[in-house]
Nanobody, 116 residues
Framework: QVQLVESGGGWAQPGGSLNLSCVAS????????MAWYRQAAGKQRELVAH???????HYVDSVQGRFTISRDTAKKTVYLRMNSLKPDDTAGYFC??????????WGQGTQVTVSS
């Protein structure tokens, strides 16, 4: 069983920054991809960003230019750098490993709150 542990969430003021980390219990080198999702209260979980095995990266429009996803395969870690945070970014943030076409794993999530 793969375990994913997120950290780095917390409170930030609008315009502030937070860095999220997701450490995997197994290698992330050959997986299909790693992704960050978020879920705000009363809303469906949505994809924020993903990074695929070949390095291809995708961001949802609402975070383009503000968030940066990256990975360190040696540390089995994927990161989400969040700049210029807005109140609308408030949500639980979840790490996902897409291990194959039929297998994926989720972390427990880390809460991000943006308010003044």
């Amino acid at each position: 069983q793969v375990q994913l542990v997120e950290s780095g969430g917390g409170w930030a003021q609008p315009g502030g920054s937070l860095n999220l980390s997701c450490v995997a219990s197994t290698s992330i080198f050959n997986v299909v991809g790693m992704a960050w999702y978020r879920q705000a209260a009363g809303k469906q979980r949505e994809l924020v960003a993903h990074i695929l095995r070949d390095g291809n990266i995708h961001y949802v429009d609402s975070v383009q230019g503000r968030f940066t996803i990256s990975r360190d395969t040696a540390k089995k870690t994927v990161y989400l750098r969040m700049n210029s945070l807005k109140p609308d970014d408030t949500a639980g943030y979840f790490c996902k490993m897409i291990k194959s076409r039929v297998t994926s794993y989720w972390g427990q999530g880390t809460q991000v709150t943006v308010s003044s």
